[in-house]
Each structure stands twice: as C-alpha cells, then as structure tokens.
C-alpha cells in the first residue's frame, strides 16, 4: 500500500497506517525532516522544486532524482505500506506514487492506473517532468505521459487530502 500526504500530515499517516518507508520531495529551501520509527537507510530525501522547465535560480527534477527514486522502490519489500510526501501534496508525490504503481503493476495499463490515481485524489496533479522521465526510464513509450495528460489537471487545492494506492 502507497500513502501519500502533504508534509504537514506525514507524522500522522505515517502512524496511522504503519508506514515502514518514506519518500520525501521537496524543495531546497525545506529541511528535511525525520519520522517516527524510520530509519536512514528507509527514508529516500529527495530535493527539487517543482516545477516542469528548467529556470534560473530553481532546482528541476533530473534523471538522477528519478534513477535514485526507481532504485528506492526496487528495495522496498511491500510488507509494510510506503508513505510519499512532498510539500502540498498534489504533484511531485501524486507523480511518484503513479511511478511507483507503474513499476509494482508493470503489466497494467497505464490509463488504468492513472485513473485510479484521479479516484483516489481528486487534486493529484502529477509532476509531467517527472512522470516524462520516468516514463523513458522505464520503457513505456510515452504511456505514462499520455496517461497523466489525459487525466488533466486536478482540483486547485492548496494542500493535498491523503490518500491510498493499493497494490
């Protein structure tokens, strides 16, 4: 199970759900924080703004950030759930938990999980960087991409509801 959540809830649904991994997205100017019952080598820190093209002054997501993230997931056993957070809330952790879902069901179609992704998050508004990276990452031949554009923007929301992607 994929939790997902806004900083501000992470403590909480970490909790609450028994959470044994955590993904954090956020910019360079928010310390990372740790959590309750997480150990280092459990909790992936990941720094970058989000934001889709590159300008001055702001920290894009790279290929790296996504290899890091993809080699993260590959270590998790699934035994327990994984919380994913970033600021809000909405798109960096909405796109890395539909990057995750798109490596654990890599038999399912794409449109299937994204919609699923839009059920569970009404304002999930994926990163489109970071899902374009990584749908070259994993071989999906512009899926992934097509996907998230066709479920379109979420709802504005100023902070992310916490939600749940089962596997």
């Not at 994929?2 to 044994?20: C, K, N, T, W």
């Not at 290929?63 to 056993?77: C, E, G, K, N, Q």
């Not at 009404?122 to 066709?150: F, H, K, V, Y």
Request: proline share 5%; charged share 25%.
């Amino acid at each position: 199970m994929i939790v997902v959540s806004s900083l501000r809830e992470a403590q909480d649904q970490i909790a609450r759900h028994g959470a044994s991994h955590v993904v954090s997205i956020l910019g360079p100017e928010t310390p990372h924080r740790t959590f309750d019952s997480i150990e280092g080598d459990r909790h992936l820190k990941l720094t970058f703004h989000d934001i889709v093209l590159v300008a001055e002054g702001m920290l894009a997501p790279q290929t790296s950030h996504l290899d890091t993230l993809v080699s993260f997931y590959r270590t998790w056993d699934r035994e327990a759930p994984m919380l994913i957070h970033c600021w809000a809330g909405v798109s960096r952790s909405t796109a890395a938990a539909y990057i995750a879902k798109c490596i654990f069901e890599p038999k399912r179609d794409e449109h299937e999980i994204a919609w699923e992704l839009r059920e569970a998050s009404p304002s999930a508004t994926p990163n489109p960087r970071m899902i374009a990276m990584a749908d070259e990452l994993l071989g999906r031949e512009g899926r992934m991409r097509q996907a998230i554009s066709d479920i379109g923007r979420g709802e504005d929301a100023f902070e992310g509801t916490p939600f749940i992607l089962k596997l």
